[in-house]
């Protein structure tokens, strides 16, 4: 009688536990717990760098003449729209692990050679579009400012209150990846980052940091505003 | 042990034991069963985490013109089915458990394939009038229930489609991921916005293989649910095939 009471027993707990699990994991804004999220970490790290292996393997570019679509919405960190009292006062500051740290001047960078290419945007809330972006790519600003070969990140500063992120060197090293100053054929609004912001249709929308400031080449990996919060640091598309 | 598998038991000579049961599911059948019911679980609740960071189809701004009854501006969904909080949470649990669900997937694929117990699950083309003829049942248009193997020809429907649903998943979550370096699998499912849809519409998918599947296990063949934890099987559909 013992046995078979233990047994009914252990049924009745199978009976309700294993369905509950599914139900307990689903328990709303759960993260697993101090006991996982070490594990969760190591599996996110691996997939950041399945990302770049995979971009360094496929190395493909985005076909840069699709059709336009849909309308590109306006985000910004600060409580209301950053926008320069004075352009001619700024300067896009490249330095860090660099030979000839530069400051570029709005009429410096349009006279270096642009870019352009009508391209989808990812966000990584889910949403698409397609826009024309036009820009200097940033291996020409790269070429000018010469890169230690220490450098292995590249970190990119706003004045769009803290935002900041920070990208391995081979995606801002990407034939596409561009410092835009023009979007849909006009010179870029403060709505989409002016003066000056980072581009790219390999990399997730909060990668691609607008109101430029700063660009810092390092040998450490930077942090970033969206990424320290739990975004994939990757982000490539 | 393989043979007891699709065969009744042999007549015992040491004592009557009519309902001696079968060896139905063999361990790693069971542990990938409830391994993947919950990480599905886990990536449908993460899934519509992620979903409701932007709750429509096609591109931002615009209209796509498919079916959606979730659409944002139509039925939100209720928070008790989401996973991950907000759009990070959702997405850290969504890409960790993206790799066991693959990988449970693939050990059972393997499984199946390399046991020969394929044969008992997969729907082929000379299943088609045991299909009817369980759909003539179920509408009680006939008043027996079919003979049948282990599974009849509407289960093995519902597992072969399950199958390709989880290949569906899979494919369309990796054009989601990697647009570009994988753009021509993203091109497969009709772009990004088409991928995009194809997955959200296997999660629908997904849940009304769950909800049939709960309710024909508990009305049809309890039996069945002790089969699948224990892997033993005394119900009445013990014939062979």
Not at chain 1, 74 to 88: E, K, R
Not at chain 2, 114 to 141: K, T
Request: glycine letters at 10%; hydrophobic letters at 45%.
């Amino acid at each position: 009688m013992g046995e078979s009471r233990r047994i009914i027993a252990r049924r009745d707990f199978l009976r309700v536990a294993v369905p509950a699990l599914p139900a307990a994991l689903v328990a709303c804004g759960w993260n697993g717990g101090k006991q996982l999220q070490p594990l969760f970490n190591r599996i996110i790290a691996a997939n950041n760098r399945l990302g770049e292996g995979l971009q360094a393997v496929t190395h493909r570019t985005a076909d840069p003449r699709q059709v336009d679509r849909g309308q590109m919405p306006a985000y910004f960190i600060s409580d209301t729209m950053p926008m320069l009292v004075d352009p001619s006062g700024w300067r896009l500051r490249v330095g860090g692990l660099v030979r000839q740290p530069t400051s570029f001047t709005l009429p410096m960078l349009a006279q270096l050679p642009h870019i352009g290419y009508t391209v989808t945007h990812h966000c990584v809330e889910g949403w698409s579009v397609v826009k024309a972006w036009n820009g200097v790519p940033f291996t020409t600003i790269a070429a000018l400012v010469e890169p230690l070969p220490a450098a292995r990140y590249v970190r990119f500063d706003s004045f769009d209150s803290d935002y900041m992120n920070g990208w391995d060197i081979a995606s801002a090293m990407h034939p596409q990846t561009i410092l835009a100053d023009a979007f849909e054929g006009r010179p870029l609004a403060p709505m989409h980052g002016a003066p000056l912001r980072l581009y790219s249709p390999i990399k997730l929308g909060y990668k691609l940091t607008k109101y430029l400031t700063t660009v810092t080449f390092t040998a450490e990996k930077p942090g970033g505003y969206w990424e320290d919060q739990g975004y994939p640091w990757f982000g490539g598309l | 042990m393989t043979t007891s598998i699709d065969r009744p038991p042999e007549p015992q000579t040491s004592g009557p034991r009519p309902h001696a049961p079968l060896l139905r599911h063999r361990g790693l059948v069971r542990l990938t069963h409830w391994l993947h019911a919950v990480f599905l679980a886990g990536m449908i609740g993460s899934g519509l985490q992620i979903y409701t960071a932007y709750a429509h189809i096609g591109y931002h701004g615009d209209t796509f013109g498919v079916p959606n009854p979730f659409d944002g501006t139509r039925m939100a969904l209720p928070r008790q089915v989401l996973l991950g909080g907000w759009l990070a949470g959702g997405l850290r649990w969504h890409f960790v458990l993206a790799w066991p669900f693959v990988l449970t997937g693939l050990a059972y694929v393997l499984f199946l394939a390399f046991s020969g117990e394929w044969r008992a699950l997969l729907f082929r083309p000379r299943d088609v009038p045991g299909a009817v003829q369980m759909g003539r049942y179920y509408l009680r248009v006939r008043r027996d229930h079919p003979p049948q193997g282990k599974h009849n020809a509407l289960q093995k429907s519902a597992y072969s489609f399950v199958l390709v649903l989880a290949v569906v998943s899979v494919l369309s979550g990796f054009a989601l991921a990697k647009p570009i370096q994988l753009s021509w699998l993203t091109a497969l499912f009709g772009g990004y916005e088409w991928a995009r849809y194809w997955h959200f519409v296997a999660v629908w998918a997904f849940t009304a293989f769950i909800v049939v599947h709960v309710i024909a296990v508990l009305a049809s063949d309890p039996a069945s649910l002790r089969a699948i934890i224990t892997g033993r099987y005394r119900g009445r559909h013990t014939a062979g095939g």
